[in-house]
C-alpha cells in the first residue's frame, strides 16, 4: 500500500462521522529539509464543524500506520472546506 493510501485509509476511518471529499498527499520538505507529507483534507461543511478530537490524533496514527510500511515522512495535516476549496481554486484561476 503506498503512503498516499495509508494516509487517505486513516483519514477516513479516523473521521469517519465527516464527508471527507479529497485528501491530498504532497511530497515535500520542511523549514530544516527533514521530509514530510503534506496533506489536505477537504470536507463537507454542510456537515457541521470537524471534530477537534478526531483531527488532533489524525498524524499520530497516520504516523504509526507508515511506520509499519517504513514510511518516515512525517504527516502535516490541513483541513478545509468545500467552500474555502473552491474559493481557492477561484483565486488560482
Do not use: W
Not at 39 to 54: I, P, S, T
Amino acid at each position: 500500500m503506498t503512503a498516499e493510501a495509508i494516509i487517505n485509509e486513516v483519514v477516513r476511518e479516523r473521521l469517519s462521522r465527516t464527508r471527507i471529499l479529497d485528501v491530498k498527499v504532497d511530497e515535500d520538505v520542511d523549514g530544516e529539509g527533514e521530509p514530510v507529507f503534506r496533506v489536505v483534507v477537504v470536507y463537507d461543511e454542510a456537515g457541521g464543524a470537524l471534530d477537534a478530537h478526531e483531527t488532533v490524533s489524525l498524524a499520530r496514527h497516520a504516523r504509526l500506520r507508515l511506520s509499519e510500511a517504513d514510511e518516515s515522512r512525517f504527516p502535516i495535516f490541513r483541513f478545509m472546506s468545500q467552500g474555502d476549496a473552491r474559493k481557492l481554486r477561484a483565486a488560482a484561476a
